[in-house]
C-alpha cells in the first residue's frame, strides 16, 4: 500500500509518487488530519483552490479483518471551517488498499465549468467528462446505475450528488456499497469540496489487483482476527442489538434515559416512542417481507450488521443505513411520526447527497422557526427533494443547521462549531455533551460516544446527569476514536474492545501482524492524542479558540424535562477535556 | 444628562437610575461598547435573552453644534457574533439628549410573542402593545405614519421593521427623520436584536424637555462651534462636493481609481459609470423637480447635507439617504444599470428595514450565484420585498451577504467576519482594505475611512495601491473614528478636522465648553484607543482571533483590473494595525 496519488485539478494532471515517509506510519484519520495540517493553509477558503481532499484507507483496510471497511475522507470543512474527517462503509476502502493506494488527493481547482469523473485502475489514472445526464440535479441513486454501467458493476464509486455539485455546506460524499446502494461520509460538507474541485465521480476499478493487502504475519493475523471476531460476537451491543433493531434501538434506550432531545430541544422524552424505534422497525420490516432485510452490512466482512433495507408496503426497498440519528431528527426533533415518511426522507437525503443529521436537524429547526409546519413529514420531503434543483428552500435546507437557525431567528439552534448537534441531549447525557463541545470536528457524537457509558453501561458506568467523571471519560473516548479512526475500523467495535480487554489486544496484534510492529497499547493511545493535537493546531491557526468550544447558550438556562436538568460544566471544566 | 433607562423586557419593569459614576465620562460608540463589554457575556447567543441593547446620544448631542445628531447603537451583533456600533442620523439622539437620557438599554426577553412600543416621555416609560395593523411585515414608511398618528408628529421614533421582527441577520434599526422618512442604523443585525426582545418600537416624546442640553460655558461654546463650522464650509469634500451630488459623487471618483468593485468583485472599473454617477443623480433630481431635493440633512442642525430626496418619473418622492455604497453594489457589482431601478431598491430596503449595504452586495452574490439574474433590478425588487412576507428568498437576502455566498457555494463572497464588503476594493485601495480587515466591527469602510487618504487625498496622501504607509493610516484613522461616534458627530466632519487643524480645535474646544474639561488632542486620541481596545477585548472574548482579521483568500490571487493589483499584505503586517 504505498502508492501517493495527487490529481490536480487546475492542470489536471496526475502525480503518482510513492508515499512519502513522513506519511508510511500513518493511515485513515492520522493520514488525513496530518496532511490537511500539512498541506491545507488553515484561513483558505474551503470552496477554493487552496483546499485539498485526501481519501485514506485505514492500516487494517483490505485484510480480511472484521470491520475494517471504513474510509477516512478529510479536507478543511466548508460547514464548519475546521479540519475535517469524515468516514464511511462502502467498497471504496477496501478497494483502495487492495490496490495499493495509500491515499488519494484531489487539489487545486478547474478554471472551467466542466464536471469530471476521476477513475483509477492498476493502469493508473484518468480524467473522463462527466456524462451530462448525472449532472444538474440528476439523484444518486441515478447517478450510481449510470456510472455502474459506464464503468462495470463491481467498481468503487465516491459520488459528489447534486448538493456537492451546487457546493452546499452539507453536501456528503456518497459511496456506492457492495450492493449498489448508498453508504456516506456525511459530515462537514466535504461533497462540496469535491464538487468545487469539479470533481463529480471518482470510480476504483480494482480489476487485476490482489485479493487482500500484504500481511507480514499471516498466522498471527488470522490468529489475531479471530479473537477479534470472538470479542464483536460476544458483546451484547455488537453481538446482538445492532444486528437485530439497528442503530434505531437506542430511540427507546434514550427515550427511557430523558435524552432523546424533542421538538427541537425542548424535551427529552416523547410519548411516540413506539412509532419510530427499532423494534418498530424491525417488525414492520419482517412484516413486510420483499426486498426488506432486518440485517445488512454496509460492507464487506461486516459482522455487526447494523444496517438494514427498509421496504415501502409493497416490500419494494426504500433505503438502508437508515440510522437511529436521522430517525431521531425526523422522529423526535421534527415530529414526524410515520416511519415510511422519515425513510423517504432518507432515500431523499441520499439522493441529493446530504448529510442526513445535520439536514434533519435543519427541518426540526425549520419547523420551530416557522418555515415548515411542524411534524409535516411530505412537506419535509419536498423541500428535501428541492434540494436538486436547486430553489431558494432546496438552497436553505441544504445550508444546514446553523444557517437555518439564523434565517429563522432563533437562538434555539442546536449547533457547535456550526455543525448540527445529533441524538443525545447534552444536558441528560453529559458526557457526549462535553464531546460535542470540545471536539476538532464541530458537534460530532462519533468523536467520542460518551453515550456508551453513560446510557448503556459500556466501559463501565459515568452517571449521565452528573458532572463527574465526564470530563476524563469524553477525554479518553476521544482519543481511543482517534486511534480507531485511523485503522479503517467500523466505530461499533468500541463497544467491544472497551468492555473486552482480549478484543482490544487483538486489535493492537492484528496491526502489529499486519505490518511486523511491536506497537503496544501506549503506542495506540499517544496515535489518538497525536491527531487530536494536530486537529486542534489546525483549528487554532484557522481561528478557533476555547470560546467556540461551547454548547449553545440555551442549554444553560432551559430545563431539559424529564429530569429538568440544565448543562452546568463551566468554561474552565470543559476546557480540562483538552489538557492532555 | 443623566438619566440611564434599563427597561427589561423579561420582567416589563423600568429602572430609571442616575448614571453610574464609571460611565459618567462616555458618550455615544464609548459609553455603547464599554457597556456591552461590561455587561454582554461575549459568548452569549446575540439573539438570546442575555444580549442587551443600548442607545446612546453624543458628547454634543442634543448643542447647537453643527453634526452633532448622531445616535449610536450596541449589542453583540447576531450578523458578526462581534460588538457592535451601528450609528445613525435622525431626531432620536438630540431627543434623547434634550431629555437627560445618557443611555437606554433595553434587556432581557419577553416568553410570550406579543410585541411592544416602549414610549418614554418627561414623565417616564410606558409599555404599550404594538398595534397589531403594524406588525406581521407592515412596511417601515407605513409603521412610521401609523406610530407618527399615535403618538405625535414630532416624536422621535426608533422601529424594528419586518426584518427585526423576523430577527434576520441584516436587520437594521430605522429611526424617523425630522421629515418623517428614515434614517437607520445599518450594519450588524441590530434591528433583529431589538426584535428578538419583542420590542417594535421606541418612541421619544420629548414635550416639555429643554431647547437644549446645558452648556457649562455658553460663550466659549458658541465660539467654538462657530469655528468648526467654518471648517465644515471652507473644506471642499464637506462644503461643496457632498451637498452638490451626495456620497454618490464618489462612483466617478472611485470607478476612475479602478476601485470601484464591480461584477461580484471581479473588476474595478465600469462603463456605465455615467448611469449611476453623483452627477447623474443631481442631473436627474433637478430635471424632475416635483418632490425631489439635491441636497438635504438627515438631522436637524446638519450643514453638510449630503443626503437627498430622489423622485420618480413624476416627481413623486422614492427615497432618501440614498447613498453611494448602496447604488455602487446594485449599479456597479450588482450590474443595475437604471438609477430608478437601484432607488426602489433601496426603498424597499428601507421598508423591509434591512442594511442596505449588507443586502445589496447580496443581491450582487446571488446573481453571481445563479440564484438572481445578473443586472436584473426588478427581479431583485421582487426578491427584497419578499423579505417582509418572509419567503424563502427573502430570507436568504435578509441573511446577507455571507449566507447567501454559503447557500451559492461561492468562494468570491466579500465579507469579513461574515460581514459585507462595502464599496473600495481592497487590492486597489489598500488602506481601507486594512480598515475592513482589523476593525473589531467586521468588513466597515467607516471604521477608518482611509479612502480619505488613498483617494480623495484628504489628510495628506497614501497611494492606494501601495502598501507603505496604510498599516497607520489605518489604525490612525480607526483610533481617531472611535472618538468621533463617540461626540454624536457625523463621521463626515473627519474631512474638515484632517484638513483644517482649527476645526479639530474647535471640536475639543466645544466638548471642554459643554461640559467645562479641559481635553487636548492626546485625550481624544486615548479615548479612540481605549473604546478600540475595548471592543477588541470583548472579540476575543467571544472567540475571535488574529485568523479573523484576514480578508476573504480570493483577494490574494485574483487581480482587479485595471492595475492587476491582488492584496499582498502578510498577516504580520495586517496584525500591526492593532499594535498600539
Known amino acids: 500500500m504505498n502508492k501517493f496519488i495527487r490529481v490536480n485539478m487546475t492542470t489536471r494532471e496526475v502525480a503518482m509518487q510513492e508515499t512519502p515517509e513522513k506519511y508510511a506510519g500513518l493511515a ?127 467498481v468503487g464509486i465516491a459520488l459528489a450528488g447534486p448538493a456537492g ?27 462540496a469540496v469535491l464538487g468545487s474541485k469539479k470533481v463529480k465521480a471518482i470510480i476504483l476499478d480494482d480489476t487485476g489487483a490482489p485479493l487482500s493487502v500484504p500481511i507480514a504475519k499471516p498466522e498471527a493475523f488470522q490468529a489475531a482476527a479471530k479473537a477479534f471476531a470472538k470479542a464483536l460476537v460476544t458483546h451484547p451491543v455488537t453481538g446482538k442489538a445492532l444486528s437485530a433493531y439497528g442503530t434505531d434501538v437506542l430511540i427507546n434506550i434514550l427515550n427511557e434515559a430523558g435524552g432523546l432531545p424533542a421538538k427541537n430541544f425542548t424535551a427529552g422524552r416523547i410519548e411516540w416512542n413506539d412509532n419510530i424505534s427499532g423494534e418498530t422497525m424491525n417488525a414492520t420490516i419482517t412484516e413486510r417481507g420483499g426486498e426488506g432485510k432486518v440485517s445488512h452490512g454496509c460492507h464487506t466482512g461486516c459482522i455487526i450488521r447494523c444496517s438494514q433495507w427498509y421496504p415501502d408496503k409493497n416490500g419494494k426497498y426504500i433505503t438502508s443505513g437508515f440510522e437511529y440519528e436521522t430517525v431521531w431528527a425526523l422522529g423526535a426533533d421534527a415530529g414526524i411520526k410515520d416511519l415510511d415518511d422519515i425513510a423517504y426522507l432518507d432515500r431523499a437525503m441520499d439522493d441529493v447527497g446530504v448529510d442526513s443529521i445535520d439536514v434533519s436537524v435543519a427541518i426540526a429547526t425549520a419547523m420551530a422557526g416557522g418555515l415548515l409546519p411542524f411534524g409535516d413529514g411530505k412537506a419535509a420531503l419536498e423541500a428535501v427533494k428541492q434540494i436538486a434543483v436547486p430553489t431558494p428552500m432546496g438552497r436553505i435546507l441544504g445550508g444546514g443547521t446553523a444557517i437555518v437557525g ?77 486511534a480507531v479512526d485511523s485503522t479503517g475500523m467500523c466505530l461499533f467495535i468500541a463497544f467491544a474492545i472497551l468492555d473486552i480487554p482480549e478484543g482490544f489486544n487483538a486489535l493492537v496484534d492484528m496491526i502489529n501482524a499486519r505490518y511486523d510492529l511491536a506497537l503496544t497499547a ?12 494536530t486537529e486542534r493546531a489546525f483549528n487554532a491557526a484557522a481561528g478557533f479558540t476555547n470560546a467556540h468550544d461551547r454548547l449553545p447558550e440555551f442549554f444553560e438556562y432551559e430545563p431539559c424535562p424529564p429530569h429538568n436538568v440544565v448543562w452546568d460544566f463551566t468554561p474552565e471544566e470543559i476546557d480540562e477535556v483538552f489538557n492532555f
Do not use: W
Open 28 to 154: 485513515g484519520r492520522a493520514l488525513t488530519s496530518t496532511f490537511v495540517y500539512d498541506e491545507v493553509k488553515p484561513t483558505c477558503h474551503a470552496l477554493g483552490k487552496n483546499n485539498k481532499l485526501i481519501f485514506a484507507p485505514g492500516f487494517l483496510s483490505g485484510t480480511t479483518a472484521a470491520q475494517s471497511g471504513r474510509i477516512s475522507v478529510g479536507a478543511k470543512s466548508p460547514l464548519t471551517g475546521t479540519i475535517k474527517e469524515s468516514n464511511s462503509g462502502g467498497s471504496f476502502s477496501q478497494k483502495m488498499a487492495k490496490m495499493g493506494i495509500k491515499a488519494l488527493v484531489i487539489e487545486g481547482m478547474p478554471a472551467d465549468d466542466k464536471f469530471y469523473i476521476v477513475k483509477i485502475d492498476m493502469n493508473g489514472v484518468v480524467l473522463d467528462e462527466a456524462p451530462a445526464e448525472i449532472l444538474n440535479g440528476c439523484g444518486n441513486h441515478e447517478a450510481i446505475k449510470v456510472l455502474s454501467a459506464k464503468y462495470g458493476d463491481s
Open 165 to 191: 455539485e451546487y457546493r452546499l455546506p452539507t453536501a456528503n460524499i456518497s459511496f456506492k456499497d457492495p450492493e449498489g446502494h448508498i453508504r456516506s461520509a456525511g459530515r462537514g460538507g466535504l461533497g
Open 406 to 482: 439564523k434565517l429563522c431567528g432563533l437562538f434555539r439552534t442546536a449547533v457547535v462549531k456550526d455543525q448540527a448537534i445529533p441524538a443525545y441531549d447534552p444536558r441528560a447525557v453529559k458526557g457526549v455533551g462535553l464531546t460535542y463541545a470540545t471536539t476538532p470536528m464541530g458537534a460530532d457524537h462519533t468523536a467520542g460516544y460518551a453515550v456508551a457509558t453513560n446510557i448503556l453501561k459500556v466501559g463501565g458506568y459515568v452517571d449521565p446527569l452528573k458532572k463527574d467523571g465526564q470530563v476524563e471519560l469524553s477525554r479518553n473516548l476521544q482519543i481511543a476514536t482517534a
Open 522 to 533: 501506549d503506542d495506540v493511545t499517544a496515535l489518538g492524542k497525536s491527531v487530536l493535537k
